[in-house]
């Protein structure tokens, strides 16, 4: 492919276009570990755009030739336009995942974030969440696209290791989360200190909007607020790291001997 014919501006939009990924269902992923982890977890890989005349590393050519995946050869002034750089090797238009039940488990762990503005905080808080072992991410209301290429890069491609569901709505979110599971805000005003809090059975650790915190619905949901215990200027912590922190400590605590 040597000209921005149909294709090439469908996979642009993919980068800017919210509306035309979803309604393609698929994205482009860049990267030798998010590619790499796409592929180990099964994800469709639907076409590899690489450079045309230019030789490509092992594990580029093994990708190719692994995945089954339409092999696009483009033009190196092209595929440096779309991947915004000039080295990308590979770019893979992979589709999205279809959404399955969480499943209970005395161990569940999910990530709850409410509204998120910024598609970098998804990406940090779902790494951080396959980090410490969590079952899911559930992104909820009107949020950030967590198949924005922003989020998918900072995810560094766990987006691919757990499942990473939207709801519209608390009731929608609620509706995934099995029976039993406790909703643990965080909120610097909440009662609690996050360590006096009991996380080792089923939890979904809830975090909210970057700047306007929790919505009233997800307040009243929550069966416990708790905080992170802070010192210095700094008021309050990055949604993305109050989530990190949170789930930190429900694996600490998990991690106690029992008695």
């Known amino acids: 492919m040597s000209t921005r014919n149909a294709n090439f501006q469908q996979w642009q939009a993919l980068l800017t276009n919210r509306t035309k990924r979803h309604r393609a269902g698929e994205f482009l992923v860049q990267g030798v570990r998010p590619i790499s982890l796409a592929v180990e977890y099964g994800w469709e890989i639907r076409d590899l755009i690489y450079p045309d005349r230019r030789a490509l ?8 030739a692994r995945t089954g995946a339409r092999a696009v050869a483009m033009s190196p002034e092209l595929v440096a336009e779309l991947a915004d750089k000039e080295d990308a090797e590979l770019i893979a238009v992979v589709g999205m995942a279809p959404s399955a039940p969480i499943m209970a488990d005395r ?4 990530v709850v974030f ?10 940090t808080l779902v790494r951080s969440a396959d980090a410490f072992g969590a079952s899911a991410v559930i992104i909820t209301g009107h949020a950030a696209d967590p198949y924005d290429p922003k989020a998918v ?3 560094t491609g766990s987006l691919f ?6 709801a519209d709505s608390v009731e929608g979110a609620l509706s995934l989360l099995p029976r039993g599971v406790q ?4 909120d610097e005003h909440g009662r609690v200190d996050v360590d006096e809090h009991d996380m080792t059975g089923p939890t979904a650790i809830l975090v909210g909007n970057e700047t306007v915190g929790l ?13 992170i215990p802070i010192t210095g200027a700094a008021s309050s ?5 109050a989530g990190t922190v949170v789930l930190y400590e429900a694996v600490r605590q998990r991690a106690r001997p029992t008695r």
Not at 114 to 119: A, L, S, Y
């Open 237 to 241: 912590l990055n949604a993305a790291a």
């Open 153 to 155: 890069r900072a995810s």
């Open 107 to 110: 161990h569940l762990l999910v």
């Open 57 to 64: 590393s092992g594990w580029a050519r093994d990708v190719l």
């Open 161 to 166: 290791a757990l499942p990473v569901l939207t």
């Open 183 to 186: 909703i643990v805000a965080t």
């Open 114 to 123: 409410d509204r998120p503005g910024t598609p970098g905080n998804v990406g």
């Open 215 to 227: 919505s009233a619905a997800w307040r009243d949901a929550a069966h416990v607020t708790v905080r």
